[in-house]
């Protein structure tokens, strides 16, 4: 990453947090609501996961998690505008709604899953006006973020690779979803038939998941062991569904992480709703054959190209 591409990030992300803090400051005084305790309450989960302590008496402790939950949201704002300023460098650049609308999800992404990792809330169970008023201000990040990057009048380093086509979007975020559901399925669908021992090890991966998804023990897909497995089987995935087809990766690889956070939610969806009225191991079964189906669409077409060349 280019300096010049880290500093562009690091404006926008700035630009981009005064603003959502502006707009959420704006929906407290009209609203009359208080602010958020979801910082401060993330600042103490993480804090006993690791192990450690606030120190200082009542009133220091309380005015450190303050801070402390101020910095993150910052931080998480300035990440996410370099994520945005490296995706761009890579070749993502798609239209103004579609590139707000990308930054704004992966704003809210950034924001929410660590809440529902750490328990402090499920973002599952939220109303419809809480949902609005998180939507909002990361909308307005968004705008602002990418508006930054926009006005950015240094060229990039071109790319001889051509752009990647609708269709292979649509396939990377529909091996994605496949990936949500099962993590093996990503990185085995897209690489199946490069090599003899490679789709083996694959298929027995995918084959050992089946059996072990139906397990008491497993661990939840969305627990800090399930979900990070997903989502990286989901873009390595789309990343070599773009190397195989000679593109630029950047598009398919954010199709294919958004496809695998769909499909590790929606999965999970699934199971809650299916397990008031069916066995969890049918449910389950519904799921695997939704997954393979999912997981075929999006790699056949690669491998019917690759032959045929």
Not at 74 to 103: E, F, I, K, N, Q
């Amino acid at each position: 990453m280019s300096h010049h591409t880290l500093r562009r990030g690091l404006i926008a992300g700035a630009a981009g947090t005064a603003v959502l803090n502006a707009v959420t400051y704006a929906d407290m005084a009209l609203r009359g609501r208080p602010a958020s305790d979801a910082p401060e309450a993330t600042v103490d989960a993480l804090a006993d996961r690791l192990g450690r302590s606030i120190p200082g008496d009542r009133h220091q402790r309380a005015n450190r998690r303050t801070a402390l939950g101020a910095l993150s949201g910052t931080a998480t704002g300035l990440a996410v505008g370099v994520l945005a300023s490296v995706a761009r460098r890579a070749g993502y650049r798609p239209g103004r709604l579609l590139g707000t609308v990308g930054t704004a999800a992966a704003a809210m992404a950034a924001s929410d899953v660590p809440l529902g990792l750490l328990g402090v809330s499920d973002p599952r169970g939220w109303s419809a006006t809480d949902w609005v008023a998180d939507a909002v201000p990361h909308l307005a990040f968004a705008v602002t973020a990418d508006a930054v990057i926009r006005r950015d009048a240094r060229p990039e380093v071109s790319d001889l690779r051509r752009p990647a086509t609708g269709s292979l979007v649509w396939r990377s975020a529909a091996l994605g979803a496949a990936a949500g559901a099962r993590s093996s399925l990503g990185v085995t669908a897209a690489s199946f038939g490069t090599s003899r021992v490679a789709s083996l090890v694959g298929l027995a991966g995918v084959g050992g998941e089946l059996v072990a998804d139906k397990l008491p023990a497993t661990p939840s897909r969305l627990s800090a062991q399930g979900l990070p497995a997903r989502l990286a089987s989901g873009a390595v995935g789309a990343g070599v569904l773009a190397r195989r087809e000679g593109v630029r990766p950047a598009a398919p690889v954010v199709a294919g992480l958004a496809g695998a956070a769909a499909g590790s939610w929606g999965g999970a969806a699934w199971r809650a709703f299916a397990a008031r009225r069916v066995p969890d191991w049918q449910a389950a079964l519904v799921e695997d054959a939704v997954a393979l189906l999912l997981a075929a669409l999006a790699a056949l077409p690669t491998r019917r190209a690759t032959a045929t060349r």
